[in-house]
């Protein structure tokens, strides 16, 4: 293992990179993009479009498919912090063929579930490879290739992966299971993955510039950009352990995860929640749209404001924004209140996707991210499991979601209060072979 981990790290040569007229980085921004869009099969926006039919063709209630869905989620989550070692170990490139090849293969295992135990296996195998490695190795890439201008082209990642994915994925199969089923629809997308976009991804990835004599962010030489010579320069790497012991890393996972459990608690039964108050499913659908079309514009924009002011102000942004749409979601009654539920939910996404895209590779450095990626990652997919299985029960018992919508709305503001504390960790000590 430490002979694999050694290799990665030789210098490299590639004509791919060295033949193209601009900076790399641009194309790893697009395979970065593409792998997080990638990713959809295993999020929660693209599960809650295959739901209803979980529940009609298998004969399986409601808290039964969020108690799965949950449970999958959780074991997915425990694997994290392992993938994200082994991105370090291994490489971006060499990661991301493996989670996407065995994603793909997931989407048409689940096309064969016939029953509950299934079912979890397939969520299980959705969540790691989907919501968790695609995820994090995708951003992990686009991390080690910017520095000074990360927040701009996690902005821009961000603005294709709202319109692409969270926008255009559940529009896509709200048109394709009425034409062909949702089995050979969960087939199809499987097949499409293995065959074209995965090798795709997989030939664009590079792992770090510093392997092919680049330097982050294109500077041909460090002395030509003294900007980023002193972002390089301050930046510390910090060990897993170490990270772990900074107050920053709880509050700012802790409220990512949180924003993630309410929004899959949302997403999850948003047919259910739409039809409750006379909404069709394709209504439900389309509300995606508006979703993926703010979160892209405030993404954007907001990774330009990361680099100019600290990210604890965007992340009480987001937590704020977040419960306002949890309130509003207890009353939608027409296309007025359903846009500003989407727009509200779109630029709650936007900023919490700005600040995670940068947070941890601008605090703890570039070394050890995939590690800290992957820690930071098990509480959010923990808070995706968590989400949908309370929801789902409390509607079966009550009749209704007001009452747990109504609760779950106050959560975000105790940790928009609790985020506007947090600071850029210092180091206290240097750490043994560390360039300071």
Not at 10 to 29: A, H, M, N
Not at 73 to 90: F, H, K, N
Not at 229 to 244: G, P, T
Request: glycine fraction near 10%.
């Amino acid at each position: 293992m430490k002979a694999r981990a050694e290799r990665c790290d030789e210098k490299q040569t590639s004509r791919l990179v060295s033949g193209l007229p601009v900076f790399y980085g641009w194309v790893i921004v697009f395979a970065g993009t593409l792998g997080m869009i990638l990713s959809s099969p295993g999020l929660t926006y693209a599960v809650a479009i295959f739901t209803e039919h979980f529940i009609e063709d298998l004969g399986l209630s409601r808290s039964v498919v969020s108690t799965l869905y949950t449970s999958g989620t959780l074991a997915a989550s425990l694997l994290l912090p392992l993938v994200g070692r082994q991105i370090d170990r291994r490489g971006s490139r060499t990661m991301v063929g493996v989670a996407g090849s065995l994603l793909g293969l997931t989407c048409i295992f689940m096309g064969l579930v016939r029953g509950p135990v299934m079912l979890a296996v397939g969520f299980v195998a959705l969540r790691l490879f989907g919501q968790g490695s695609m995820n994090i190795v995708s951003q992990n890439v686009i991390n080690q290739w910017w520095v000074r201008r990360r927040g701009l082209v996690i902005g821009i990642s961000g603005v294709l992966t709202a319109l692409l994915g969270t926008g255009g994925v559940p529009i896509l199969l709200n048109w394709m299971i009425p034409r062909y089923g949702w089995r050979n629809t969960y087939f199809y997308i499987g097949f499409a993955m293995l065959l074209l976009l995965v090798p795709l991804v997989y030939f664009l990835f590079r792992n770090r510039p510093e392997l092919y004599n680049l330097q982050p962010d294109g500077a041909r030489n460090p002395q030509q950009d003294r900007m980023l010579v002193r972002q390089i320069e301050m930046e510390k790497s910090w060990s897993l352990r170490e990270a772990l012991r900074t107050p920053a890393f709880w509050v700012i996972s802790l409220s990512t995860g949180l924003s993630t459990l309410l929004r899959a608690a949302i997403f999850f039964h948003m047919v259910s929640l739409f039809g409750d108050n006379g909404l069709s499913p394709s209504v439900a659908a389309s509300v995606f749209l508006p979703i993926s079309l703010v979160t892209a514009i405030v993404t954007l924009v907001s990774g330009v404001l990361v680099d100019r002011i600290p990210p604890r102000f965007l992340l009480a942004a987001s937590l704020i924004t977040l419960s306002a749409g949890l309130f509003l979601a207890t009353g939608l009654t027409g296309n007025q209140t359903v846009m500003m539920f989407g727009v509200l939910m779109g630029i709650s996404t936007g900023l919490n996707q700005a600040v995670t895209g940068v947070v941890w590779a601008n605090y703890y450095g570039r070394r050890d991210l995939g590690s800290i990626i992957g820690a930071a990652s098990t509480i959010t997919v923990l808070g995706s499991a968590l989400g949908p299985m309370p929801l789902g029960i409390a509607r079966d018992l009550m009749g209704s979601y007001k009452p747990a919508l109504m609760v779950s709305a106050v959560l975000p503001l105790v940790f928009a209060v609790m985020s506007g504390f947090i600071h850029k960790p210092e180091k206290t000590a240097p750490v043994s072979g560390e360039n300071r």
